[in-house]
């Protein structure tokens, strides 16, 4: 069962993993495998670091559950596969609703970060006539250049003769554009030093205290929209509201309709013939039966963690390569837990602050962009593929078992890159020990001095490109550990 459980809690707390570690040897384990997403992983590597501190023989070993699929160095993830492909077979049915309206357009919000690989996989198999996806991680994007991108696509389709249209948002969208995350912010800071009441009475409050921009934008949005903005967080017991729970679909509608309304009076447009819904899929996946692809990567990886435990490995994720092979020629092994933390030193309150390192795949080198080949968006038309298959030749076909994510995933692994180097290292080591004079040692010396500083300037790259995290900042994750540093 794949369950969500709110707001990731944390056992970096020591007095928790004092618990965890009494629980442990109480129960003489040999092993503990924990199924989960990143914070589940992150909270496998606390327990494992504490069981070596109490010297117990329980191997912690965890396994890569997330809808998500934003694990660094994993091909793919156990329900990547299900959640796009359930998620496919709905858009492609309320496509098909919006061709037979004739004059509907349809907002979608789905599941998602705002660099989401659902949203791309299942732009690819349903062909909806756009997705929006995040811009810049850090500058964000700008509320009326997504608005006008959205209106000149209805009016360019609307003069083709197509009046209806699908849109995908996944959630995480609301996240990178610019005016709401500083409407977010200034909300915060409101409710942190002004007294206010909890509830629809509320709102009138809050919005008074916003500065004149804000205030214009906030005053536009949906009720129940300004609701979700204000106190979003009380209803699911969270001292702040969660940027990416807002009904980013219904924001866009608004202000599309406002837009659309005001080029019909200014004459830009004949008339206004456009009528827009809402349809949020924020929980069709939960029920979902697992897809065949998704059965065999589970029975896989247990069967990894096991192994694994077997052979009395610890802190290990296991994951399989080569999944868009045949499942007889997967490759499963284990990559140390600690490639799924990043840390940054607190020197103010001498702490180290530890948190996830998730991949946004579309965010990194090489990677082509995954919707160039699909038709132009103002001639596209929704596909429809139907139920997910379990059998037969449409549960069988290669295509229908492969991801975008799985096949652009192995460009960023670098494995290879560095077993390859590590084997050279090891030649070059090999030479040096078998020099016969001074000249040789300097140069093999050199070599490896200029291996080590290509390795640091790649290493300085990458911890560049991610950037710095703040707990105040919506994008980032909510869950951040904080561990006192060693003096």
Same mark, same amino acid.
């Given at each position: 069962m794949i369950c969500q459980f709110g707001d990731p809690v944390s056992l970096g707390c020591k007095d928790y993993l004092t618990a965890v570690?009494?629980? +442990?040897?109480? /129960?003489?384990?040999?092993?503990?495998?924990? !199924?989960?997403?990143?914070?589940?992983?992150? =909270?496998?590597?606390?327990?494992?670091?504490?069981?070596?501190?109490e010297r117990l023989v329980c191997k912690v070993i965890g396994v890569p559950v997330s809808l998500d699929c934003d694990f660094p160095f994993v091909q793919q993830t156990i329900g990547h596969d299900t959640i796009c492909r359930t998620l496919s077979s709905y858009l492609g049915g309320i496509g098909c609703c919006a061709q037979n309206s004739g =004059?509907?357009?349809?907002?979608?919000?789905?599941?998602?970060?705002?660099? #989401?690989?659902?949203?791309?996989?299942? *732009?690819?198999?349903?062909?909806?006539?756009?997705?929006?996806?995040?811009?810049?991680?850090?500058?964000?994007?700008?509320?009326?250049?997504?608005?006008?991108?959205?209106?000149?696509?209805?009016?360019?389709?609307?003069?083709?003769?197509?009046?209806?249209?699908? !849109?995908? +948002?996944?959630?995480?969208?609301?996240?990178?554009?610019?005016?709401?995350?500083?409407?977010?912010?200034?909300? &915060?800071?409101? /409710?942190?030093?002004?007294?206010?009441?909890?509830?629809?009475?509320?709102?009138?409050?809050?919005?008074? $205290?916003?500065?004149?921009? &804000? *205030?214009? +934008?906030?005053?536009? @949005?949906?009720?129940?929209?300004?609701?979700? @903005?204000?106190?979003?967080?009380?209803? $699911?017991?969270?001292?702040?509201? =969660?940027l990416s729970t807002v009904s980013i679909d219904r924001v866009l509608l608004r202000f599309v309709e406002i837009e659309l309304q005001r080029r019909m009076k200014l004459g830009l447009i004949a008339d206004d013939t456009f009528r827009g819904t809402c349809h949020p899929m924020m929980y069709q996946g939960r029920s979902a039966l697992p897809t065949d692809f998704d059965c065999d990567l589970g029975y896989t990886l247990g069967w990894g963690a096991?192994?694994?435990?077997?052979?009395? /490995?610890? #802190?290990?994720?296991?994951?399989a390569s080569s999944l868009q092979r045949k499942v007889d020629e997967w490759c499963v092994r284990g990559i140390p837990l600690t490639c799924l933390l990043d840390a940054t030193s607190d020197g103010e309150h001498d702490e180290a602050r530890i948190f996830p390192s998730s991949l946004a795949l579309l965010n990194q080198r090489h990677i082509a962009r995954p919707f160039t080949k699909l038709p132009p968006q103002e001639k596209r038309i929704t596909v429809y593929h139907g139920p997910v298959q379990y059998f037969g030749d449409?549960?069988?076909?290669?295509?229908?078992?492969?991801?975008?994510? @799985?096949?652009?995933?192995p460009l960023q692994d670098p494995t290879e890159l560095l077993q390859d180097i590590f084997d050279l290292?090891?030649?070059?080591?090999?030479? @040096?020990?078998? *020099?016969?004079?001074?000249?040789?040692?300097?140069?093999?010396?050199?070599?490896?001095s200029n291996g080590l500083s290509v390795l640091e300037?790649?290493?300085?790259?990458?911890?560049?490109k991610k950037g710095p995290k703040s707990a105040g900042d919506p994008t980032k994750p909510s869950g951040v550990w904080r561990v006192k540093c060693a003096k």
């Amino acid at each position: 069962m794949i369950c969500q459980f709110g707001d990731p809690v944390s056992l970096g707390c020591k007095d928790y993993l004092t618990a965890v570690t009494k629980t +442990i040897a109480r /129960k003489q384990l040999d092993g503990l495998v924990l !199924v989960g997403n990143l914070y589940a992983q992150v =909270d496998a590597a606390l327990i494992a670091e504490a069981c070596a501190a109490e010297r117990l023989v329980c191997k912690v070993i965890g396994v890569p559950v997330s809808l998500d699929c934003d694990f660094p160095f994993v091909q793919q993830t156990i329900g990547h596969d299900t959640i796009c492909r359930t998620l496919s077979s709905y858009l492609g049915g309320i496509g098909c609703c919006a061709q037979n309206s004739g =004059d509907t357009w349809v907002f979608v919000r789905i599941v998602g970060t705002a660099w #989401s690989h659902i949203a791309v996989q299942c *732009a690819l198999l349903a062909h909806p006539n756009t997705v929006l996806l995040s811009g810049h991680e850090r500058h964000g994007q700008c509320l009326a250049n997504v608005v006008n991108l959205l209106c000149d696509l209805i009016v360019k389709r609307a003069g083709a003769g197509h009046k209806y249209g699908v !849109v995908l +948002i996944p959630t995480g969208f609301a996240t990178g554009i610019t005016e709401l995350r500083l409407l977010h912010e200034e909300i &915060t800071e409101i /409710k942190k030093s002004a007294a206010y009441e909890i509830g629809w009475d509320g709102i009138p409050d809050i919005e008074a $205290r916003l500065k004149p921009s &804000t *205030a214009a +934008i906030f005053d536009i @949005m949906p009720r129940d929209v300004q609701y979700e @903005m204000c106190f979003g967080g009380q209803e $699911r017991q969270a001292d702040t509201v =969660d940027l990416s729970t807002v009904s980013i679909d219904r924001v866009l509608l608004r202000f599309v309709e406002i837009e659309l309304q005001r080029r019909m009076k200014l004459g830009l447009i004949a008339d206004d013939t456009f009528r827009g819904t809402c349809h949020p899929m924020m929980y069709q996946g939960r029920s979902a039966l697992p897809t065949d692809f998704d059965c065999d990567l589970g029975y896989t990886l247990g069967w990894g963690a096991g192994v694994l435990v077997r052979h009395g /490995k610890t #802190s290990q994720l296991v994951h399989a390569s080569s999944l868009q092979r045949k499942v007889d020629e997967w490759c499963v092994r284990g990559i140390p837990l600690t490639c799924l933390l990043d840390a940054t030193s607190d020197g103010e309150h001498d702490e180290a602050r530890i948190f996830p390192s998730s991949l946004a795949l579309l965010n990194q080198r090489h990677i082509a962009r995954p919707f160039t080949k699909l038709p132009p968006q103002e001639k596209r038309i929704t596909v429809y593929h139907g139920p997910v298959q379990y059998f037969g030749d449409a549960a069988r076909d290669p295509s229908l078992r492969t991801t975008w994510h @799985m096949e652009n995933m192995p460009l960023q692994d670098p494995t290879e890159l560095l077993q390859d180097i590590f084997d050279l290292c090891g030649e070059l080591h090999s030479t @040096m020990a078998l *020099a016969s004079n001074e000249s040789t040692m300097y140069t093999v010396n050199g070599l490896l001095s200029n291996g080590l500083s290509v390795l640091e300037s790649y290493k300085q790259l990458c911890d560049s490109k991610k950037g710095p995290k703040s707990a105040g900042d919506p994008t980032k994750p909510s869950g951040v550990w904080r561990v006192k540093c060693a003096k």
